[in-house]
């Protein structure tokens, strides 16, 4: 199995075509079918599915790719760390973000990169927080914000800040408190718009649930953050969320939020890098970017109800 198959692979299941991967990698396209044709012979099964409308991958062909994607970005990673500068770090480096933080982080880090590293490029991915585990692991991202459930072992983590969760409602919901507050068990009675068990924070707030004898019962589950903020607005429900992916909502006057006490709700977010695939100059240089913009968004407010750790 050679690198470049590997390559024709990724980018002849991207365009979903070979003849626009043959153009794009300026390759024949009668080489690129034998080289294909020689990776699916050695894997003894096929990886792409041709038809008149284009090129499909196969369910073997998606496994396949994924790990083909990772081999391919630690090579380009292991080029960077042997050719690039120490004191002008440059290169790709991959950044996963959870739906939930990145409304508060991606924008002021993605500034901070291009002011500071210029030779960086800075990719940020946002995705549940179950799906950028797999991918650090895998090692198709660089770095990950993370969320400190005891379950992160396998990685090398910086804590990043300790976040807020907080009772969220349309303005003039029924399930809003008469104060500006509300009990944890009183906020777990209202109808609740939650994400799934895939997301750092619904984990969070079903095991808090347990530990004091409770359930989490009237629960709508919507992944989508947009769709979750749409679900409120309608009058569907509240939601328990850190204020960060709601700031627009709470900034407007369309949503009030609640601090939550007996007991208070928070979550622990980490900077997270695989332990066993080492970070490029330009890797290091984003993960200490990332804890310094942290740090300024906490000290300035812009990161509502979190401070650092």
């Known amino acids: 199995m050679e690198l470049r198959q590997l390559r024709y692979f990724v980018a002849i299941a ?21 080289q294909l044709r020689q990776l699916e012979e050695e894997l003894g099964v096929q990886l792409l599915h ?11 062909g998606k496994v396949f790719y994924e790990h083909a994607q990772a081999i391919l970005k630690q090579v380009a990673d292991a080029r960077s760390a042997v050719t690039q500068s120490a004191t002008r770090p440059s290169g790709n480096v991959t950044l996963g973000l959870p739906h939930s933080i990145s409304g508060a982080l991606a924008l002021p880090l993605l500034l901070a ?44 983590c910086s804590p990043l800040v300790e976040e807020e969760m907080r009772f969220i409602c349309r303005s003039d919901s029924p399930f809003a408190p008469a104060g500006h ?24 707030i079903d095991s808090r649930a347990r530990e004091l004898g409770l359930e989490t019962v009237n629960v709508i589950e919507i992944n989508s ?12 429900g509240a939601t328990i969320l850190p204020a960060a992916p709601l700031l627009a909502e709470l900034d407007s006057g369309a949503m009030r939020s609640y601090a939550i006490h007996s ?47």
Not at 22 to 34: E, F, G
Not at 113 to 141: D, F, H, K, M, V
């Open 181 to 204: 507050a509300v009990s944890f068990p009183q906020a777990l009675s209202a109808t609740l718009i939650l994400p799934g068990l895939q997301h750092g924070v619904r984990p969070r």
């Open 113 to 156: 990169a291009r002011e500071r590293y210029p030779e960086i490029t800075l990719q940020l991915t946002e995705e549940i927080t179950g799906n950028l585990n797999e991918q650090l692991r895998s090692g198709r991202i660089n770095l990950a914000v993370l969320f400190d459930d005891g379950q992160l072992t396998p990685f090398a």
């Open 263 to 309: 007991p208070v709700l928070s979550r622990t977010v980490a900077l997270c890098a695989s332990k066993n695939i080492p970070l490029t100059n330009a890797g290091n240089a984003v993960k200490h970017l990332v804890l310094q913009v942290a740090a300024e968004l906490c000290g300035s407010g812009r990161w509502v109800g979190a401070h650092v750790l």
């Open 14 to 34: 991207d365009h979903g075509s070979l003849s626009r991967a043959a153009l794009i990698l300026h390759v024949a396209q009668p080489a690129l079918t034998q």
């Open 225 to 236: 953050i947009a769709i979750l903020k749409s679900a409120i607005l309608a009058g569907m």
């Open 50 to 60: 041709r038809s008149a409308q284009g090129v499909l991958s196969t369910d073997a």
